[in-house]
């Protein structure tokens, strides 16, 4: 009964609770602000909800995101200007704006003597010159290889990161004590006392309760260069909502990983109470890690003065991939651009789409674009699947992502539950022959307010592998129908209606 009672002592006094408890506090405090507001001056509110509604409808955002803030602006006036101008507003610092806009510049030119110049093929030019035209190019000379789980591409993290003789960067947006993150660690201790130079993001919020408090500084004194990505303020701002939710591994500027899982022992199916958690991730080899490099360079620089010899991590590659094939394009998305590359990059592909359609995600909580897109390429012959959780992590989420099943059924999508347990990967395939495996869920905050990275692949080795698993992975999984969806009590259709308001917050 004593460690119960410490158990729960300890919980209600770490950094999360108190963190949590401060957010509660100053929410509430708003709260009272807005009412206060409206009972003196309702005029003025009226009037601070027409100026904010108007200057939404003007913003460079999607109709989408423009009508996921308008509602609640409207409807609860005082308290929706508000909260829309403490967490809505995309304000990051400009300074880091204007950082990464003269580091990106400084990297484009060491990337394009990275790298050989070609022409994708026709029919992926659609995907390929979006990205292109976003400063994220294609490259062929590169090898690519998929992993149907954390496990298997677990232990190849664990083989790649043990060849390294030059440096070493990770980046994940949860970083959790146990035996996965112990036998990383080992690694990354015997590689720094061997010279190779050794850098780590984590995002702050991300490993609140997973890590020890300023576990950074534990890091550092052991040798590795770490930052936690936007440390949580005692105070609520608008860019404490924009987290590093990307998970990346680098080695020598030759090799990386991109992969949905973070580092944690439930996603490699250690401690999981999810039931079986099933995950993917890419390992490439070539050209195109230079773009991945670039790319982690970026968001290191957001940290510090600008001290990083480019040249010393940038190449031309000399490697020659004897089994690369088509090619691979990496690309990051986040809230300091104005476009939502990673949506549209799902979008493009799928009006890429001629046959079918497979895509899974751990939640389901599109833009309007994103679900018309789905409904209009099945309404016009695409198979277009989307394979979801059978076992859910958070009753919110999945309450809201169910609430789109029905429309999504009846325009023809189907839809399927991963029966085993809890499907977290990150991916899309269209036609068999062009992919994405990365970081970004169907939801609004890896669409507007998260820092993501995916890797687009066209006929390569691990698009073909990436078939294969979706072919598996539907045989595990059980169909969804309209009977399914049309039978919610009363009370959880007022529960999705009322949670919809904050859609941007999910």
């Known amino acids: ?154 232990e190849e993290i664990l083989k790649t990161l043990a060849r390294a003789g030059s440096y070493i960067f990770l980046e994940s947006f949860i970083i959790e004590s146990g035996w996965m993150w112990s036998e990383i660690l080992k690694i990354l201790e015997e590689k720094v006392s061997q010279g190779v130079e050794v850098r780590i993001i984590y995002d702050d919020f991300g490993c609140i309760n997973k890590l020890p408090f300023g576990y950074f500084k534990t890091l550092r004194k052991s040798g590795i260069q770490c930052h936690a990505f936007n440390r949580l303020p005692l105070f609520v701002n608008s860019f404490m909502n924009n987290r590093d939710h990307r998970k990346l591994i680098i080695v020598d500027g030759e090799t990386a990983f991109v992969n949905g899982f973070n580092i944690g022992d439930e996603y490699i199916n250690k401690a999981s109470c999810l039931g079986h958690w099933k995950d993917n991730c890419i390992l490439i080899a070539g050209e195109a890690v230079t773009g991945l490099v670039s790319m982690f360079l970026q968001m290191w620089n957001l940290h510090k003065r600008y001290d990083i010899d480019l040249g010393k991590y940038i190449k031309p590659t000399a490697r020659v991939c004897d089994d690369a094939t088509g090619f691979v394009q990496p690309f990051g998305s986040g809230p300091l651009s104005s476009k939502q590359v990673y949506e549209n990059v799902y979008l493009n592909l799928i009006n890429c789409a001629r046959r079918e359609v497979c895509v899974f995600t751990p939640y389901f909580i599109p833009s309007n674009e994103f679900l018309n897109a789905c409904k209009n390429a099945a309404q016009s012959g695409i198979d277009v699947k989307i394979v979801y959780p059978g076992i859910h992590d958070k009753w919110y989420t999945n309450l809201l992502s169910r609430s789109y099943f029905l429309q999504a059924l009846k325009a023809g999508v189907n839809i399927y539950e991963y029966s085993p347990g809890f499907i977290h990967a990150k991916s899309m395939l269209v036609d068999g022959t062009l992919g994405v495996v990365g970081t970004a869920n169907i939801d609004y905050r890896s669409f507007y307010s998260q820092f993501e990275i995916g890797v687009v692949m066209f006929e390569t080795e691990a698009v073909r592998q990436f078939a294969n698993d979706c072919k598996e992975t539907l045989e595990c999984c059980r169909k969804i129908t309209i009977d399914d969806c049309t039978n919610a009590r009363f009370s959880v259709r007022l529960i999705t209606s009322f949670l919809k308001l904050f859609r941007p917050l999910f």
């Open 1 to 154: 009964m004593r460690k119960l009672y410490k158990r729960i002592i300890n919980a209600l006094l770490s950094r999360f609770s108190l963190i949590c408890l401060l957010i509660i506090l100053q929410l509430f405090l708003f709260f009272i602000m807005a009412l206060n507001l409206n009972k003196k001056w309702p005029a003025m509110c009226a009037v601070l909800s027409i100026v904010l509604t108007i200057g939404i409808m003007n913003s460079k955002a999607t109709d989408t995101h423009k009508l996921a803030w308008i509602v609640p602006i409207l409807l609860l006036p005082g308290f929706g200007g508000l909260f829309y101008l403490i967490l809505g507003l995309q304000r990051a610092p400009k300074r880091q704006k204007n950082k990464i806009l003269r580091f990106k510049g400084e990297i484009t030119r060491y990337m394009n003597k990275a790298r050989q110049p070609f022409s994708p093929p026709p029919n992926s030019l659609r995907v390929a010159n979006y990205l292109e035209s976003n400063s994220y190019p294609a490259y062929k000379n590169t090898s690519a290889r998929y992993f149907s789980e954390a496990t298997s591409a677990f």
